[in-house]
């Protein structure tokens, strides 16, 4: 005999699908909460990527911000008028990299001809493309340009890094109150000279007050004389001072021009900015001053050329 067998129409038993079954099954929670120690080689890890990335973040900028312009300037042609013994000067300018912009104007050109001094009459650019530049200077020199000529051609130009991370803008410095200083003009009438000095800014808001202390007037290392400024021991409204040179006796002139008098003073700066008072020594090398005589035999005299970039140190009190 045999096990009876269910009726035919009994249900069978239902069976669950695979689908259906956990795949994981999750341990029994520990009775006891994590340690130090746990917590500590659980977060080791993300801490040491986010050090990792802070760190190559700040190398990555460091690259990027002390990078050096490399541009690149070759000599197209040369050209001499001897007529005005004015110099032009063609060249082509290879910038590699976008984040350097190149100011070609003739306020930012400073030119030299070996151990001789020039003075900058004009310059001109035109953009080839996005890495190449054309770049033209006149320029007038010191001796006789008619003579052979075998000194290095050195071109000065400025530059400023451009910063995209946090500055759209290029150029954009993030500085409260940076000042640049320049001799600007210069006139002899007689044993009388008036030099004027005018300070900018690239940054727009930057309101800028100069107050003459002491200035002298030098040739080599010869001071040929004092200052007597109509404006000392006040501060100037605006960015320009005149500096006033009296009875200043007049050196010889080979020629028309002299290349090399220099100017220093001793200047009081006020600015809007908090902390940004003090004072400046102010230097303008190598102001050349072209001399002609009037109908009256007055020896007069003129700035030659562009306006010429002064040096200077920042003091927040005499020394």
């Given at each position: 005999?045999?096990?009876?067998?269910?009726?035919?129409?009994?249900?069978?038993?239902?069976?669950?699908?695979?689908?259906?079954?956990?795949?994981?099954?999750?341990?029994?929670?520990?009775?006891?909460?994590?340690?130090?120690n746990?917590?500590?080689?659980?977060?080791t890890?993300?801490?040491?990527?986010?050090?990792?990335?802070?760190?190559?973040w700040?190398?990555?900028?460091?690259?990027?911000?002390n990078?050096?312009c490399?541009?690149?300037?070759?000599?197209?042609?040369?050209?001499?008028?001897?007529?005005?013994a004015?110099?032009?000067?063609?060249?082509?300018?290879?910038?590699?990299?976008?984040?350097?912009?190149?100011?070609?104007?003739?306020?930012e050109?400073?030119v030299?001809?070996?151990?001789?001094?020039?003075?900058?009459?004009?310059?001109?650019?035109?953009?080839?493309s996005?890495?190449?530049?054309?770049?033209?200077?006149?320029?007038v020199?010191?001796?006789?340009?008619t003579?052979?000529?075998?000194?290095?051609?050195?071109?000065?130009l400025?530059?400023?890094h451009?910063?995209?991370a946090?500055?759209?803008?290029?150029?954009?410095?993030?500085?409260?109150?940076?000042?640049?200083?320049?001799?600007?003009?210069?006139?002899?009438?007689?044993?009388?000279?008036?030099?004027g000095?005018?300070?900018?800014?690239?940054?727009?808001?930057c309101?800028?007050?100069?107050r003459?202390l002491?200035?002298?007037?030098?040739?080599?290392?010869?001071?040929i004389?004092?200052s007597?400024?109509?404006?000392?021991?006040?501060?100037?409204?605006?960015?320009?001072?005149?500096?006033?040179?009296?009875?200043?006796v007049?050196?010889?002139?080979?020629g028309d021009?002299?290349?090399?008098?220099?100017?220093?003073?001793?200047?009081a700066?006020?600015?809007?900015?908090?902390?940004?008072?003090?004072?400046l020594?102010?230097?303008?090398?190598?102001?050349?001053?072209?001399f002609?005589?009037?109908?009256?035999?007055?020896?007069?005299?003129?700035l030659?050329?562009n306006?010429?970039?002064?040096?200077?140190?920042?003091?927040?009190?005499?020394?």
């Amino acid at each position: 005999m045999g096990h009876p067998l269910p009726p035919s129409s009994a249900t069978p038993p239902s069976r669950r699908g695979w689908w259906s079954r956990p795949i994981v099954t999750p341990p029994a929670q520990p009775d006891c909460k994590s340690n130090c120690n746990e917590c500590t080689l659980c977060l080791t890890p993300c801490c040491g990527g986010i050090l990792t990335f802070i760190a190559v973040w700040i190398c990555l900028g460091n690259f990027i911000f002390n990078a050096h312009c490399d541009a690149k300037f070759s000599i197209q042609s040369i050209a001499i008028s001897p007529s005005s013994a004015t110099w032009h000067v063609d060249f082509l300018v290879k910038s590699p990299s976008s984040r350097f912009l190149i100011f070609y104007g003739g306020d930012e050109t400073a030119v030299r001809l070996g151990p001789l001094h020039a003075a900058v009459l004009n310059t001109s650019h035109a953009r080839k493309s996005s890495s190449h530049t054309d770049f033209s200077v006149d320029f007038v020199a010191e001796g006789n340009s008619t003579d052979a000529v075998s000194e290095q051609l050195q071109i000065k130009l400025r530059a400023n890094h451009n910063v995209y991370a946090f500055h759209p803008e290029p150029g954009h410095i993030d500085i409260t109150c940076y000042i640049e200083l320049f001799a600007d003009s210069v006139s002899v009438s007689s044993s009388n000279w008036r030099v004027g000095l005018i300070a900018t800014s690239p940054v727009s808001d930057c309101e800028i007050s100069l107050r003459a202390l002491k200035s002298s007037l030098i040739r080599g290392d010869q001071v040929i004389s004092n200052s007597s400024s109509e404006f000392f021991g006040q501060f100037v409204t605006g960015n320009k001072i005149d500096v006033v040179f009296q009875n200043v006796v007049m050196p010889a002139v080979i020629g028309d021009v002299i290349w090399d008098f220099r100017v220093q003073v001793w200047s009081a700066v006020d600015t809007h900015v908090r902390f940004g008072n003090g004072f400046l020594m102010v230097s303008c090398p190598d102001i050349p001053v072209k001399f002609t005589t009037d109908t009256a035999g007055n020896v007069m005299g003129s700035l030659l050329g562009n306006i010429r970039r002064c040096d200077y140190i920042y003091q927040k009190k005499l020394a």
